[in-house]
Nanobody, 125 residues
Framework: QVQLVESGGGLVQAGDSMRLSCAASGRTSSIYRMGWFRQAPGKEREFVATIRWGEGSTLYGDSVKGRFTVSRDSAKNTVDLQMNSLKPEDTAVYYC??????????????????WGQGTQVTVSS
């Protein structure tokens, strides 16, 4: 089992920056990839970013590419999401997730085995 806890959400204005963090504990040796997803009211959960736990390669959703950066600290078992140039449409609950190597595509929620509780990010215009 892997436990994930997000932190760092809150209320900011459009154009501001915010950093989210996800702390992993438990069987972290089983983690192959970490992902960030978000869910706005009335919408499906959306892929935001992912990082390979070992080598650190990253991929991003089209709506955040160039503004968000995902990074990890393997020694601390944390994954961060740096969000710059925030827009009101970035408002959502943000979740971190972990998956093993044999699950499905990185951009689908069903591929991930473990989820955090989520943290609210609100961007005012």
């Amino acid at each position: 089992q892997v436990q994930l806890v997000e932190s760092g959400g809150g209320l900011v204005q459009a154009g501001d920056s915010m950093r989210l963090s996800c702390a992993a504990s438990g069987r972290t040796s089983s983690i192959y990839r970490m992902g960030w997803f978000r869910q706005a009211p009335g919408k499906e959960r959306e892929f935001v970013a992912t990082i390979r736990w070992g080598e650190g390669s990253t991929l991003y959703g089209d709506s955040v590419k160039g503004r968000f950066t995902v990074s990890r600290d393997s020694a601390k078992n944390t994954v961060d999401l740096q969000m710059n140039s925030l827009k009101p449409e970035d408002t959502a609950v943000y979740y971190c997730a972990a998956k093993g190597p044999t699950s499905g595509p990185y951009y689908t929620t069903v591929s991930y085995d473990y989820w955090g509780q989520g943290t609210q990010v609100t961007v005012s215009s």
